[in-house]
Nanobody, 124 residues
Framework: QVQLVESGGGLVQAGGSLRLSCAASGRAFSTYTMAWFRQVPGKEREFVAGITRSGGSTRYGDSVKGRFTISRENAKSTMYLEMNSLKPEDTAVYYC?????????????????WGQGTQVTVSS
């Protein structure tokens, strides 16, 4: 198993930037494909970005392409989400997630492990 803890959320003005981190502990981090999801009340969890075990391949949701960048440092058992040009519609609780799939899957139900989430609020 792996335990995931997100950090870095907060309040930022539209157009600003934030960097989220997801620290993992437990089973070897490099064996997991990782992803970021986000959720607002009353809506389903939305895929934001994913990254393969080695970091060699990434995938983004359409709403964040060109603005967000996912990365990972396996030596530090940490994943990141660099968020730029933030918009009010990016406001959500952001979760990191892990699974043992080889490819990046966008459906939340395919992920086995989840963090507790970190709130990101973008003011207009």
């Amino acid at each position: 198993q792996v335990q995931l803890v997100e950090s870095g959320g907060g309040l930022v003005q539209a157009g600003g930037s934030l960097r989220l981190s997801c620290a993992a502990s437990g089973r070897a981090f490099s064996t997991y494909t990782m992803a970021w999801f986000r959720q607002v009340p009353g809506k389903e969890r939305e895929f934001v970005a994913g990254i393969t075990r080695s970091g060699g391949s990434t995938r983004y949701g359409d709403s964040v392409k060109g603005r967000f960048t996912i990365s990972r440092e396996n030596a530090k058992s940490t994943m990141y989400l660099e968020m730029n040009s933030l918009k009010p519609e990016d406001t959500a609780v952001y979760y990191c997630a892990a699974n043992w799939q080889v490819v990046i899957i966008m459906a939340a139900y395919n992920y086995d492990y989840w963090g507790q989430g970190t709130q990101v609020t973008v003011s207009s």
